[in-house]
């Protein structure tokens, strides 16, 4: 089976709005795997480098999984939410072309 492509992407708004949709939660999943890899992996340095632990504050790995995971949330709620742009902008041409019949 042949994987779907842009170039042949569907020809009707709805299915290339759903087409845009599937990629970026697709592209928020990935985004998800790697967050979780490599804080993983910056989060064991931090386990196993002992001068780390000697003085009285925060991991330093806080600060790389706090930040990144604030965007990564937003990412999520971009893809999965129906508050942004692409479907504000999708129901409101919908609402239009309603309108225009």
């Known amino acids: ?41 910056l989060w064991l340095i931090w386990a196993f480098v002992p001068e780390s632990h000697q003085r009285h504050e925060l991991p330093w790995p806080v600060w790389t999984s706090l930040f990144w995971g604030i965007g990564l949330v937003l990412q999520g709620l971009a893809a999965y939410s129906h508050l942004n742009a692409g479907e504000r902008t999708q129901r409101e041409y919908e609402r239009l072309l309603a309108e225009d019949n």
């Not at 708004?13 to 759903?18: A, K, N, P, Y």
């Not at 939660?25 to 993983?40: A, D, E, P, S």
């Open 1 to 41: 089976m042949q994987p779907f492509s842009p170039a042949s992407a569907p020809a009707s708004l709805r299915e290339q709005r759903l087409w845009q949709i599937a990629r970026a939660r697709t592209k928020f999943q990935g985004h998800v795997l790697v967050y979780l890899v490599i804080n993983l992996g």
